[in-house]
């Protein structure tokens, strides 16, 4: 299974619209805010793995 990594770049009510950071690329993926974690914020750093968003570790 892959592992993706994306960056909170807005928040709009009930979406999140994620920019991936792991490969180069400008497209921006519109998530339902249901599927991510409840804290995130504008900035926060995610991790796409089985099917699912957990915040990303701080390296």
Not at 32 to 46: D, N, V
């Amino acid at each position: 299974m892959e592992t993706w990594f994306y960056e909170v770049v807005s928040i709009d009510g009930d979406y999140a619209n994620l920019k991936r950071t792991d490969v180069e690329s400008d497209d921006l993926k519109l998530v339902a805010r249901a599927l991510l974690p409840a804290e995130i914020t504008e900035g926060s750093k995610l991790k796409y793995e089985w099917m699912q968003y957990s915040l990303a570790q701080e390296a």
